[in-house]
Each structure stands twice: as structure tokens, then as C-alpha cells.
């Protein structure tokens, strides 16, 4: 199932996929392993039992404060979610930058 995916995924590209996926169906959940949300960004915490609740092809996003965790424990994470994608943030929350924020589509390109 996960093999359509990187292992990890930079903020910009956590942002531009989620848009586009979930304008598709797909739900996609930055999910907090370290228990420390980040700061303008909607995340849940790790729980096994409510993620295995989620819809078959959800995408999970894994965090920890530099990213070297999740990313460690990525085939564990693929091994229990096998219905669900599973990647890490890179750089974790320590290289989250709260006032990223992608433009939209139709303002690329204009005047702002």
C-alpha cells in the first residue's frame, strides 16, 4: 500500500499534498508522536487504536521534534498501519515554520 509514497515529506510539500489529496478524498493527518502539537497546525496525537479507525488509504504523517524518529521507526509504523500510507516530516517540528502557508492556485503569477 505504501509504495506510491516517499518516506518523508518536507513541510511544503505536507502542505501541498494534503490540499491536493484531500480535494480528492484522501484524508491526510499530521500526527504527533512527541506529545508537543505544533503551533498553527492542526495535528492528532499518536493513538494506535483511533488511527486504525481511520478510512483505508488515509495518509499519515509522523512527527517528532527532529524528524530521526519517525523516520527510525517508519516500517514499524508501515507494519501496523498497513492500510493507510505512513511518512515522516522531515526536519520534524523543529523545522516547522508556523507562518508557511502555500498560496492558492489562481494567485500564482499576479500581483498580490
Not at 501541498?16 to 489529496?21: D, F, G, I, Q, V
Not at 530521526?68 to 507494519?79: F, G, I, W
Not at 492500510?83 to 517540528?93: D, F, P, V
Request: proline fraction near 4%; charged fraction near 35%; aromatic fraction near 10%.
Amino acid at each position: 500500500m505504501n509504495n506510491e509514497f516517499p518516506d518523508e515529506w518536507t513541510q511544503e510539500q505536507f502542505l501541498r499534498e494534503k490540499a491536493r489529496l484531500e480535494k480528492e478524498g484522501v484524508k491526510v493527518l499530521l500526527v504527533d508522536t512527541i506529545l508537543t502539537p505544533i503551533e498553527k497546525a492542526d495535528t492528532v496525537v499518536y493513538n494506535p487504536f483511533e488511527l486504525k479507525q481511520e478510512p483505508e488509504g488515509s495518509v499519515f504523517v509522523f512527527y517528532c521534534d527532529s524528524g530521526k524518529a519517525t523516520h527510525d521507526r517508519l516500517k514499524e509504523y508501515k507494519e501496523r498501519f498497513a492500510k493507510h500510507h505512513c511518512l515522516s516530516l522531515k526536519g520534524g517540528r523543529g523545522y516547522w515554520r508556523k507562518n508557511m502557508q502555500l498560496l492558492p492556485e489562481a494567485s500564482k503569477g499576479e500581483d498580490v
